[in-house]
Each structure stands twice: as C-alpha cells, then as structure tokens.
C-alpha cells in the first residue's frame, strides 16, 4: 500500500502521530510519503493530522473514502489505535535529532480556555521515556501537567539518571513545586526550565519555584515563563515581575480553544513587544505603545 501523510499545520514543530502512523506503515511494509495533490491519485490510504482549529482547512487535499483525518483541529474524538499510539516514532519524515512524546495525559486542572479536559480528561499515566527516547541528546516531552501525577515525577527521577537534556514544552504548574521537587528539577539537565503564568494570582507561586529550583542548581537555569496575554495591564504586570526576577517571560495571546475567541490586536501588539527580546530590554512598553500607535 502507499501511504500519505498530511501535516494540515505545517509548523515547524513535528507532529508525533503522524511519526508513530509512519512508523507502524513501515513495519507492515508500506510506502509512506508526504502528501503531494498532484499525485493524489497513486495514494491507497491518506492520514491528515490537524492539531490547531484554526489552522484552514488545505483545499488541495482529497476528499474521499481513502482520507482518515484526527487530531484536536479536526475533532475531541479521534485517537490512534492503543499498537499505534505506543509505537516508536519515526524520526526520520521530520529529520529531527529530539526526541518527542507523553509520560502523561491529561490534566487535573480545569482552566476555561484549554482543550486538555475535553480532549484528554483527567490525568493518567501514558508509558516510559523509553518508549520514544533512544539516545538523543534532547527530549520534549509534551505533558500537560507532568508535575501533578507521581508517574510523571517517577520519570523525571530516572531521567535525572539519563544522558539527554529535557525540554517540557507544555510548562510546568509552579504551584506543585515543593522543596523535594525543587531539588529533582535541580538535577535535571534542561534545554529550557518552562513554567506558565497565567494570572497575577500565580506570581508567588512562580517567585517560590524559581527560589527553590535556583538553590539546588549548581548554574542558574534558563527560566521560561509562558504569559497569557488577556488583559493588557494585568500582562505587563506579570512580564515586568519576571524579569525583574530573572527569567524569560513568552507572551501568548488569548485564544479560547473551546470556543471562537481570537486574539485581538492588541493582544499580538504586546505578544511581539515581549517576544522581541532586545525591544523588551530596552524599551518600555509605554514607549513601544507609542511609537506604533503615535
């Protein structure tokens, strides 16, 4: 059979079910390729992944009984097989040298704006580092909320063991972190340290976790805080608190995943002020506000 693949949101970031549906094709000794329109004909079976609802649907794709579609910007349902979703994932489509997968899914937190609870439901453990790790120098591991279940701090013990740098990409809940958890994290060898810091409520728990981890680490960390940008004034007080703290604040837009709700204007004006790293440090955002709206 010839397979096609289909990554609907061509980022930049590979997608981890299209590996593992690679992977699994090749076992059975199928062709797998990237999906090309003009040679759309040739394909027996077509999977199109589309992870972000906003991302438009691609005119040119097919649409007939051949095209299996999944993934969160397609529909809350659609899952791999159990043999699939725990295969080893085929690197080589992307050329990728991390490598990438889940310890955990799910969330216990139930934050109004995120798909996870209606996607993936409550927390639970997924498998090992082993099962999508053999070697490579870094990891991301894409947990939602890994911190939250003894499973995933089970891992983050065996992998403070491991000769491979670690990248949480999704943050960690700063709120969790205890003197014990500090000083695993600590041990870590990290690409970047992510926390979220979604609301003005959780600067404490933020100056609390960083605090703890920087004293058990023998170099200050690269500490990145992800921002929710919703309320303008609320935002800038929370990315002047951290860098005032040392660390890198990200500045996100809203965008309401259970709904319509699209970052506005404003919002993406001051995500790329913060994102900007030397017009953050040397302009404020008053300054910044002004030149583009004076």
Same mark, same amino acid.
Request: glycine share 4%; net charge positive; with cysteine.
């Given at each position: 059979?010839?397979?096609?693949? @289909? !990554?609907?949101?061509?980022?930049?970031?590979?997608?981890?079910? /299209?590996?593992? /549906?690679?992977?699994?094709?090749?076992?059975l000794? !199928?062709?797998?390729?990237?999906y090309?329109?003009? /040679?759309?004909?040739?394909?027996?079976?077509?999977?199109?992944?589309?992870?972000?609802?906003?991302?438009? =649907?691609?005119?040119?794709?097919?649409?007939?009984?051949?095209?299996?579609?999944?993934?969160?910007?397609?529909?809350?349902?659609?899952? /791999? !097989?159990?043999?699939?979703?725990?295969?080893?994932?085929?690197?080589?489509?992307?050329?990728?040298?991390?490598?990438?997968?889940?310890?955990?899914?799910?969330?216990?937190?139930?934050?109004?704006?995120? &798909? =996870?609870?209606s996607?993936?439901?409550?927390?639970?453990?997924?498998?090992?580092?082993?099962?999508?790790?053999?070697g490579?120098?870094?990891?991301? *591991?894409?947990?939602?909320?890994?911190?939250?279940?003894?499973?995933?701090?089970?891992?983050?013990?065996?992998? %403070?063991?491991?000769?491979?740098?670690?990248?949480?990409?999704?943050?960690?809940?700063?709120r *969790?972190v205890?003197?014990?958890?500090?000083?695993?994290?600590?041990?870590?060898?990290w690409?970047?340290?992510?926390? $979220?810091?979604?609301?003005?409520?959780?600067?404490? %728990?933020?100056?609390? %976790?960083?605090?703890?981890?920087?004293?058990?680490?023998?170099?200050?960390?690269?500490f990145?805080?992800?921002?929710?940008?919703?309320? &303008?004034?609320? %935002? *800038?007080?929370?990315?002047?608190? *951290?860098?005032?703290l040392?660390?890198?604040?990200?500045?996100?837009?809203?965008?309401d995943?259970? $709904?319509?709700?699209?970052?506005?204007?404003?919002?993406? @004006?001051?995500?790329?002020?913060?994102?900007?790293?030397?017009?953050?440090?040397? =302009? $404020?955002?008053?300054?910044?506000?002004?030149?583009?709206?004076?």
């Amino acid at each position: 059979m010839h397979i096609a693949l @289909h !990554d609907s949101d061509k980022t930049k970031f590979p997608n981890l079910a /299209l590996m593992k /549906l690679a992977a699994h094709h090749k076992t059975l000794g !199928d062709r797998v390729s990237w999906y090309t329109p003009l /040679l759309q004909n040739q394909y027996d079976k077509i999977y199109s992944s589309k992870v972000f609802t906003y991302t438009p =649907v691609d005119p040119y794709l097919v649409q007939d009984e051949r095209l299996i579609r999944g993934g969160s910007g397609y529909d809350m349902k659609s899952v /791999l !097989d159990v043999a699939i979703e725990h295969i080893f994932p085929d690197y080589s489509i992307y050329d990728t040298e991390a490598a990438y997968g889940f310890l955990t899914r799910g969330c216990p937190n139930n934050c109004p704006w995120c &798909i =996870v609870p209606s996607k993936e439901g409550a927390i639970r453990v997924n498998t090992t580092i082993h099962e999508f790790w053999s070697g490579q120098k870094n990891c991301v *591991l894409l947990d939602n909320n890994i911190l939250a279940h003894t499973h995933g701090l089970q891992q983050l013990e065996e992998i %403070a063991s491991l000769p491979v740098r670690i990248d949480c990409n999704q943050g960690m809940d700063a709120r *969790l972190v205890t003197e014990d958890i500090a000083r695993l994290l600590a041990s870590i060898k990290w690409v970047k340290i992510r926390f $979220s810091c979604d609301t003005s409520s959780q600067m404490p %728990a933020i100056e609390t %976790a960083v605090t703890r981890v920087r004293k058990y680490m023998k170099k200050r960390g690269n500490f990145f805080i992800c921002v929710l940008v919703k309320d &303008i004034p609320d %935002a *800038l007080k929370r990315v002047l608190f *951290l860098r005032e703290l040392g660390c890198d604040p990200f500045a996100q837009p809203y965008r309401d995943f259970t $709904s319509d709700t699209v970052p506005t204007k404003e919002q993406r @004006h001051f995500a790329r002020w913060v994102n900007h790293k030397a017009i953050f440090k040397t =302009v $404020s955002w008053d300054n910044y506000n002004r030149g583009i709206h004076g």
